[in-house]
């Protein structure tokens, strides 16, 4: 007999319970009149409702969070991402064994009552009155679903999944009520349907379709009796009845299903004997999320497809509504990504760094005049484990980048010349260019204040025999640091801070580029993407355009979804473009890039080396395709490339187009083969006088060279290069002593600043 409260009388949850059972008996939930107030039953308690008729009649069934897809531009699959691992599929795609056996073993009459089962609601109400407990049992396969349906919704919030699965009258009497609506709306097959393609199966597998991909590795359809039983039976609890983890638990609930099948004729006792007899003959593929799983090296790329969707606001306004779409999932989204230039940016790296060694390499192409990005890839694959990283070296800290990006070196030169040339400066002009001297002061900025060299702050050559004077060509080839200083310190700092915004030249960590001289040599982090792109405006003739990745999305209905388009601009004109090409050319023909110009085709680029060779660059490009390599310290110690063993190669000392000029080379050659090969618009830039030709040489020009900058064989000097491959360059730093200051008082971190190429 049930307990009594002191005074006498049944308890507030015994009362419930008798009140409910009642109150189905004589139809009052199934016409839908309202239950009592709570409070006159007791029912106050957190997680009762106020009445039956105050619950919403309408049932908002959220979609299912399925996986979504991440394909390149042909259509073969990245990566499988999902927070939710679930395949929606019809009924007709699922075995009529696997529908038979949910429905034996959930909810035996579910073809026989509505969608509240009379009978056994009076069990569970009268053993729980007994007991003293809530109402709770006797849930139809209906209920079960719309229980679900609220698990759904609570997502990942842990509070709100609780109170989806809470043992309360309140919940059932909310149960009872929207079930009576989903019964009158779908009809038993479209509830089975839901049910079988919402429900947890454990092993990370929700849905049916998931489930025997996960234990059996086909689809729903074929799932024979036995392996329907299981899975059936798997559901009242995953973690108990999980076949990989305990094939004896999950064997015993298996054939009490099977034999319930048989006691419901769904099945025969022979045909229920022969499955209770075999094996469980799991054929398990094991879960497999989010972009470790890309295939040929995109792990990178994906995690960047990831971020730009939930950057734009063409997905949702905030952050987070953006997140709710991306792991709701079910998406298809067709990406820019091209698999020949994929492969082939990972075969050019796999052949000069390898994974283990003290330094890495990422390499980034883009499609001029569209902005797609074709391939990404970098020698530390995607991963948690030793010499894995989740840090996306081709792009900004906000796109999952590095903190601060990569200094350029001598490869921001290009964009000081389209800044002069776009200002009017001819290409013939010349500049002393001595092989050291002081930052010139003051330099006019954007503001009313110039910036002035308060300490003495220097700047000189690679080689001490680099001496102007010098035009623009030839000091483009050579990289002449002290040209290019006096450049920026005659047409000032703002004309060369607009041109980098007009070319997307944001520093990676998203700071405003300085106003100091000192940007003339690749004093500030940059990402591989960032400086590709960039160059892809002077590919395209003096239009910039946006980087994209996502070509198309579609969501799980095959409705397209609105993707952003690359926004086109002019950046500068086309003859400033054309010039930049015609210096950028003889870079490659011969200057410090000539092991990296590419042999069937017309090529331009530039070579940039940072102070202590911390870092070094080659960013390159064809009319039809652009691409930056940085090779550098990935980590928080930076390593100086100098006596160093880099993809088992030797290498003195790294220039920009020692190592990075070559893997660009052949991660280029093999991604444009059998593709197009346009020649550049060029321009006729006259030689200028140099020193030997009469020109009026400065600094100190008869000074012998530094060890190893003497024209042999290693100085990457037209002519020269050792086995290793090193180019020579130009060196950028402070180079004075003590006070010197380059940056005007800005603080920046020892071999932060850059100019060798």
């Known amino acids: 007999m049930g307990k009594k409260r002191s005074g006498g009388g049944l308890t507030g949850p015994q009362q419930a319970a008798k009140f409910l059972g009642v109150s189905v008996l004589s139809g009052v939930v199934l016409a839908g009149i309202a239950i009592p107030g709570a409070g006159a039953l007791g029912?106050?308690?957190?997680?009762?409702?106020?009445?039956?008729?105050e619950i919403p009649a309408n049932l908002k069934t959220p979609p299912l969070s399925q996986r979504t897809t991440i394909l390149d531009s042909e259509g073969g699959l990245i990566a499988t991402v999902y927070s939710r691992d679930r395949q929606v599929v019809p009924i007709t795609a699922i075995s009529p064994y696997m529908q038979k056996a949910i429905v034996a073993i959930e909810d035996s009459r579910f073809y026989e009552h509505g969608a509240i089962d009379l009978k056994g609601i009076l069990r569970a109400v009268n053993r729980n009155a007994q007991e003293g407990g809530a109402a709770q049992g006797a849930s139809t396969l209906t209920q079960q679903y719309v229980k679900n349906v609220f698990v759904e919704e609570a997502g990942d919030d842990e509070t709100k999944v609780r109170e989806a699965q809470e043992k309360s009258l309140g919940r059932k009497i909310r149960e009872l009520k929207?079930?009576?609506?989903?019964?009158?709306?779908?009809?038993?097959q479209k509830i089975l349907e839901n049910y079988l393609n919402i429900t947890y199966f454990g092993q990370q597998a929700y849905g049916i379709e998931s489930a025997a991909q996960r234990y059996f590795s086909k689809p729903a359809k074929d799932l024979t009796l036995d392996e329907s039983a299981m899975l059936a039976g798997v559901v009242q609890s995953p973690s108990r009845y999980d076949p990989v983890n305990d094939s004896q638990e999950a064997t015993k609930r298996r054939n009490i299903v099977l034999q319930r099948m048989a006691d419901v004729k769904n099945i025969s006792q022979a045909e229920a004997d022969?499955?209770?007899?075999?094996?469980?003959?799991?054929?398990?593929?094991?879960?497999?999320?989010?972009?470790?799983?890309?295939?040929?090296g995109a792990g990178f790329f994906c995690d960047f497809v990831r971020n730009t969707f939930l950057d734009d606001t063409a997905f949702g306004k905030t952050r987070e509504e953006r997140a709710k779409v991306w792991n709701q999932g079910g998406l298809t989204v067709r990406t820019t990504l091209d698999p020949q230039s994929q492969d082939s940016v990972n075969e050019s790296i796999k052949d000069h760094v390898d994974q283990d060694d003290k330094v890495a390499t990422a390499v980034t192409l883009v499609q001029p005049?569209?902005?797609?990005?074709?391939?990404?890839?970098?020698?530390?694959?995607?991963?948690?484990?030793?010499?894995?990283?989740?840090?996306?070296?081709?792009?900004?800290?906000?796109m999952g980048g590095s903190n601060f990006g990569f200094p350029t070196g001598s490869t921001f030169k290009a964009f000081v010349a389209a800044a002069a040339l776009e200002g009017g400066l001819p290409p013939t002009k010349m500049y002393q260019s001595p092989y050291d001297m002081d930052?010139?002061?003051?330099?006019?900025?954007?503001?009313?204040?110039?910036?002035?060299?308060?300490?003495?702050?220097?700047?000189?050559?690679?080689?001490?025999?680099?001496?102007?004077?010098?035009?623009?060509?030839?000091?483009?080839?050579?990289?002449?640091?002290?040209?290019?200083?006096?450049?920026?310190?005659?047409?000032?700092?703002?004309?060369?801070?607009?041109?980098?915004?007009?070319?997307?030249?944001?520093?990676?960590?998203?700071?405003?580029?300085?106003?100091?001289?000192?940007?003339?040599?690749?004093?500030?982090?940059?990402?591989?993407?960032?400086?590709?792109?960039?160059?892809?405006?002077?590919?395209?003739r003096g239009v910039y355009c946006t980087p994209v990745s996502i070509e198309s999305i579609t969501d799980s209905h095959g409705k397209a979804l609105t993707v952003p388009k690359s926004k086109c601009g002019r950046a500068m004109t086309e003859r400033t473009a054309d010039t930049i090409n015609t210096l950028l050319l003889g870079v490659v023909d011969s200057g410090t890039g000539q092991q990296s110009g590419l042999t069937d085709r017309q090529s331009a680029g530039k070579t940039g080396t940072t102070d202590s060779r911390y870092n070094a660059w080659f960013v390159g490009y064809t009319p039809n395709m652009s691409g930056a390599t940085w090779v550098g310290s990935g980590g928080a110690k930076q390593v100086s490339m100098e006596n160093i063993t880099i993809g088992g190669q030797y290498y003195d000392k790294v220039f920009g187009g020692g190592l990075p000029g070559p893997i660009w080379k052949q991660a280029v050659s093999g991604a444009l083969s059998g593709r197009e090969a346009p020649g550049f618009t060029t321009v006729n830039i006259p030689d200028t006088p140099s020193p030997a030709a009469g020109g009026k040489p400065s600094g100190k020009p008869n000074k012998p060279a530094k060890p190893g900058r003497d024209g042999k064989p290693g100085d990457g000097r037209p002519g020269g290069a050792t086995a290793a491959g090193p180019t020579g360059g130009n060196t950028g730093g402070t180079g004075g002593t003590g006070g010197d200051d380059p940056l005007g008082g800005i603080t920046i971190p020892p071999g932060f600043i850059g100019g060798r190429d």
Request: hydrophobic share 35%.
């Open 274 to 296: 022969a499955a209770k007899a075999k094996p469980l003959q799991l054929k398990v593929t094991k879960p497999k999320n989010g972009c470790i799983t890309a295939v040929k």
């Open 178 to 188: 929207y079930s009576i609506q989903v019964e009158e709306e779908l009809g038993k």
């Open 43 to 53: 029912l106050a308690a957190k997680g009762t409702v106020e009445g039956f008729d």
């Open 369 to 398: 005049g569209t902005g797609r990005v074709l391939a990404m890839g970098q020698s530390k694959p995607y991963g948690f484990g030793k010499n894995e990283t989740q840090i996306n070296f081709s792009v900004d800290k906000k």
């Open 439 to 540: 930052y010139p002061s003051p330099v006019r900025t954007c503001g009313d204040k110039p910036w002035v060299n308060t300490g003495s702050a220097k700047v000189e050559n690679e080689t001490e025999s680099e001496v102007g004077p010098y035009g623009m060509k030839e000091a483009m080839a050579k990289s002449v640091n002290t040209y290019f200083v006096e450049m920026i310190s005659e047409i000032g700092l703002c004309p060369v801070t607009e041109m980098t915004t007009k070319l997307g030249v944001i520093p990676a960590n998203g700071a405003k580029l300085p106003e100091v001289p000192a940007i003339a040599l690749g004093s500030e982090g940059m990402s591989p993407l960032t400086m590709a792109n960039a160059y892809a405006t002077f590919a395209n």
